[in-house]
């Protein structure tokens, strides 16, 4: 799943296809990114 979370940005996240149907999400459809982290990666190209 990518969400926009603007200024060019795109927050991803791995979600299984159960859940997908669970939450009743749509392709375009608005969605919230709530991120809680232990740990966070970080990397360049």
Do not use: F, H, P, Q
Request: proline share 0%; hydrophobic share 50%; net charge positive.
């Amino acid at each position: 799943m990518k969400i926009d979370i603007g200024g060019g940005n795109v927050a991803s996240a791995t979600i299984s296809m159960a859940s997908i149907r669970e939450l009743g999400w749509k392709v375009g459809g608005t969605a919230y990114a709530v991120i809680k982290a232990t740990s966070v990666m970080v990397g360049v190209d």
